[in-house]
């Protein structure tokens, strides 16, 4: 179904940048050309401090034509795109120190390859060549790509993402090709595999971008234009056009928006049909028949986005005792309660227990993604939180179990293990808060609490297993960071590796269960000096004097390596003023430079017990 040309006025008359982002998105219908370039017009006319964002595209066929669906989806998104396109084919050239990509500066940059690109043997038929032959050219292919690939890497900090523009005509051998020994299919999901398994071993900041499973969703003949192909070069039709643009405007969503981290959901008509309060129980649509079938699969959807690393709270305007009996009762609910890591039923304004969540869980509201289906709830957390990523629930239900799909920030560009485990991370740090209550309630000391817990700190020293959840940690941690100096992957190996720095990291465990990797440092090291580059913790251990153990270690292992002086600095920012008296607070003083010193030498150690943590440095 086509937009009007009257709704989308109506639409473009909302007058701001997220609703008419969330009603197109939320809209079956297909956008046209022009129509695309008015939505990102007028989008741009009515925000002009819109960030931009610098795209720059190697290519070996027309990219030009997916200007203006960029365009749109970086408007919807809040950004201004510049887009530079270089010369046909000019990989090499561009992947030199002084190109015009590099010059272009790019936040991100984009690699649209035909496979025959990558040698020349691919122009011909797979099947003809014996498994000798076939094996050979798949290392050699795979050996030019990622060699490109890394010089790009080398010369740039920049986001990388790859694509193969999969077969316009689809494999040779037709019908048999899935099953048949010299599959072609087979041979290039081995190429991607081995492709992959490279990039993600030795490269930060490089995406494989498959466009073989878009292609899969819209199906080959709407996929690709036959007519634009050869006539022009350009393969994609609109819809894929579209859904290439916003693919990619979501990996820069990732990089350059805040977070997310919680998916906070309503319960009537969005985890289930129709009102607990008013149909009971038993009235409810939720189960394996229509409409009901249509809220498990979007249940089944939440569960990914929590596998993802991202988790769930509940906010309803319900008496908690009908909400409870579904979680707890109802034989087809899937999301229980364990599920949820905090929740608010009850009958205040939505934004207010927004905020309460908010202070319960540590978190900032732009962290937030809130779903209801109510227009009237949705407009007042837009209206009080605009910080708080807003998604109103389909009428049709049939759209109910996509409705997240278009969330750009819902996507992540790498999975830890914390990731993993984060429900049960937030289940345990509730149950420390009940037992800091109970602690308080029976006239008990901080002391009392801390001791109570049975804390015991890992720490360790450059551990390349850990490169992923430390550049995790580096980049998002905000609050009780002295420095906020961010770095990719392969900065943190190199930090790692270098004579001169070390990086040093601690998990934390206590009676609860363990919380997993939630400290770094990073430290420059002279003959006698250290200079302490970055030092910050999760906001999940703030509170637990995580820190000055973390710290006393530290300092007692650097006077060990001959270190007689540490010099730091805090670096203010909007959010880590939490993180300001820390140094001082632990002996730094202020040198003439403005930053602040410690001497190790004659240094008493602080009394062990001090920190009620046991601590093991490896």
């Not at 109506?10 to 956008?31: E, K, N, V």
């Not at 408007?75 to 201004?80: I, N, Q, R, S, T």
């Not at 992957?489 to 609860?512: C, G, N, P």
């Amino acid at each position: 179904m086509k937009l009007s040309p009257d709704l989308l006025d109506t639409w473009l008359a909302l007058g701001d940048r997220a609703a008419i982002s969330q009603t197109l998105r939320a809209s079956a219908a297909q956008i046209t050309l022009p129509q695309a370039r008015k939505i990102a017009a007028r989008i741009q006319a009515l925000d002009a401090t819109m960030p931009r964002l610098k795209i720059g595209i190697l290519r070996s066929y027309s990219s030009e034509p997916l200007d203006p669906w960029l365009g749109l989806e970086a408007a919807l998104e809040g950004f201004f795109p510049e887009i530079y396109h270089a010369p046909y084919g000019f990989f090499h050239q561009e992947a030199q120190a002084g190109s015009r990509l590099l010059s272009f500066e790019p936040d991100l940059t984009l690699l649209l390859l035909r496979r025959e690109d990558l040698h020349p043997g691919l122009a011909e038929p797979l099947v003809a060549l014996p498994d000798r032959e076939r094996q050979s050219l798949q290392d050699e292919a795979l050996r030019r790509l990622v060699e490109l690939i890394g010089r790009l890497r080398d010369l740039t900090t920049n986001q990388i993402v790859v694509t193969l523009l999969p077969p316009l005509h689809g494999p040779g051998l037709g019908l048999i090709d899935r099953q048949a020994e010299r599959s072609e299919r087979a041979w290039w999901d081995g190429f991607e595999q081995r492709l992959v398994g490279q990039l993600r071993e030795a490269m930060s900041g490089v995406l494989f971008l498959d466009l073989g499973a878009a292609l899969e969703q819209i199906g080959r003949n709407a996929y690709f234009d036959q007519k634009y192909w050869y006539s022009a070069r350009f393969p994609f039709s609109a819809e894929a056009s579209r859904d290439l643009a916003r693919r990619l405007i979501s990996i820069a969503a990732v990089l350059q928006r805040p977070k997310a981290k919680v998916i906070v959901l309503d319960a009537d008509n969005t985890l289930w049909g129709g009102i607990v309060g008013e149909d009971g129980p038993q009235g409810i649509a939720l189960g394996h028949d229509w409409p009901g079938n249509c809220y498990l699969a979007f249940q089944r959807r939440l569960l990914d986005y929590r596998s993802r690393g991202f988790v769930l709270a509940l906010c309803s305007k319900n008496n908690a005792a009908d909400v409870d009996v579904i979680l707890r009762e109802h034989p087809q609910q899937l999301l229980r309660e364990f599920c949820f890591v905090a929740r608010r039923v009850n009958w205040a304004p939505k934004p207010q227990n927004l905020r309460e969540l908010a202070s319960e869980l540590n978190l900032g509201l732009e962290s937030f993604v809130f779903v209801d289906d109510s227009v009237h709830e949705c407009a007042a957390v837009r209206h009080e939180l605009p910080q708080v990523e807003v998604v109103q629930v389909p009428g049709n239900p049939l759209a109910v179990p996509t409705c997240l799909d278009s969330v750009a920030r819902l996507e992540i560009l790498a999975l830890t293990q914390e990731d993993l485990n984060k429900t049960a991370l937030y289940a345990q740090e509730r149950e420390r808060r009940e037992l800091k209550q109970r602690v308080d309630g029976d006239g008990g000391s901080l002391d009392d609490y801390l001791r109570s817990l049975d804390m015991h700190m890992r720490i360790s020293l450059d551990d390349r297993s850990q490169v992923a959840r430390l550049t995790q940690l580096v980049n998002k941690t905000n609050q009780f960071n002295l420095t906020t100096r961010r770095y990719d992957e392969d900065q943190m190996r190199a930090f790692m590796t270098a004579d001169h720095s070390v990086v040093a990291h601690f998990a934390l465990a206590d009676s609860f269960g363990d919380s997993g990797v939630v400290g770094l440092a990073i430290f420059r090291l002279g003959t006698t000096l250290a200079e302490l580059d970055s030092f910050l913790m999760s906001c999940r251990v703030i509170g637990r004097r995580a820190e000055s153990a973390f710290l006393e270690a530290l300092l007692r292992w650097l006077a060990d390596t001959g270190i007689r002086q540490v010099v730091g600095e805090f670096l203010p920012t909007p959010k880590n003023a939490l993180a300001e008296t820390f140094l001082p607070d632990h002996g730094f003083v202020p040198g003439a430079d403005g930053r602040l010193y410690l001497d190790l030498v004659d240094r008493p150690p602080l009394p062990a017990n001090r920190f009620p943590i046991q601590v093991e440095l490896t």
